[in-house]
């Protein structure tokens, strides 16, 4: 329906844009964390990046700090599982966006802490619960030796005549029990940290690691990293989001009851793809976030720095540039809300959608952050600015969750199929 003002007012604008109207509650949530991004994590975020990746984790470090106040400040699902679902869902993008502008190694290691209970209360397992509460925990999917097979849901995205990659962390699955051999990569998002962890792994349940079209078993389950026979890692050095630790979980004999499963066997890749689901829908909401972090550094540093008799404020090519940068933003934040509403919402979820949200997104924050710090010239390149880090931090993105292209080819194998199946043929 067509409106017709009185006058042309300038646009209606939140912190995360042009929102065409928050509720008040929805507005101090919003403004609470982003005091929290602002005050906690921006700080802490800057502190750990010049630090190595074992003084980041010693217990003076203020990454323990960031994470006893996220708890304090009550950042977990259950203060929106109350809200109907369409009001759930833009309350939780507003969040995680305000966390990704804080500091997105921060952010990721926020939500990782949470998948173990996230897990449990999905598979309604109250003993599970109860062990992973006020742990911090990690999502166990990367495997060094089998990389991007890992994300494979389907036996024909294999090469032709090929089984499939079972890697070397395996799961034996018995009637009592779940016993764990091998190796996660050092990947893992907290994996240097971690108490517990959530681990999508292959399993042999009395008939091999491979289904009859060569296809490896799973099992989803959860594990204490207290038990007998759990090494965690060290944390590595690397070139971005610096304060999230990441690092390799090592499993020798580890044994837990099979009543610690939250998907087997038949529902093994359902469970997985579920979580997956939910998971990749993160990384999109903080990459908005990172996105505006950026662009915000570069709309105010524009409106300081003079060039040529005038502020690069007042030059169309700077005008040109700001509003690319924009759009982009825009554009990562409309990508971000409408896959957690897909995932959140829909009747059948899926991967492979969710993650070329997240492909989408990192990619807009980079190139966000990217055009920031070419605004910025060669003070960008310095620590004196945060665009250095922000950029060093989105470019981790791209590889992080699933690396891009990968994620955008099982995107397009995906349209492919749903063609076959009769979608937009009609």
Known sequence: MLRI??????????????????????????EKVHRFAADVMRPAGRALDAMSAMEAIAPSSPFWQVHAQAV???????????????????????????LGWGDLGLATSMAAAGVPMLVAQAAGNAELM???AGKIGCWVVTHADRGSDATSLYSSERHPGTDGNIGNLQAVVTDDEIVINGSCSEWVSNGAVAQIGALYIPA????????????????????????????????????GQRALPQGAIHFNEVRVPRSFAVAQKDGFYPGFASSWSYAGTFLSQASAGLARAAFEEALAFTHERVQGGALLADQQ?????????????????????????FAQIAEHTHPYVTAQAKATCSQEAFEVANEALQMFGAVGLTPEKPVEKLLRDARASLIEDGENYVLTMRFGALLSQLYKEGWTRN
Do not use: W
């Open 5 to 30: 003002s009185d006058q042309v007012y300038l646009p209606s604008t939140e912190r995360s844009g042009f929102e065409p109207g928050l509720s008040e509650e929805e507005r101090a949530i919003q």
């Open 130 to 132: 109860e062990l992973a």
């Open 72 to 98: 304090e400040l009550g950042l977990g699902g259950d203060a929106i599982a109350s809200l109907p679902p369409e009001v759930a869902n833009r309350v939780q993008c507003l969040i995680s966006e305000e």
């Open 317 to 341: 090519l700077t005008h040109y540039r700001l509003g690319r940068m924009g759009r982009r933003v825009e554009t990562a934040r409309a990508m971000a809300r409408r896959a957690s509403e």
């Open 204 to 239: 042999d349940y009395g008939d091999g690691f491979l289904a009859e079209d060569g296809h490896p078993n799973g099992v989803g389950v959860v594990v204490p990293f207290d038990l007998e026979g759990v090494t965690v890692g060290q944390p590595i050095e690397k070139l």
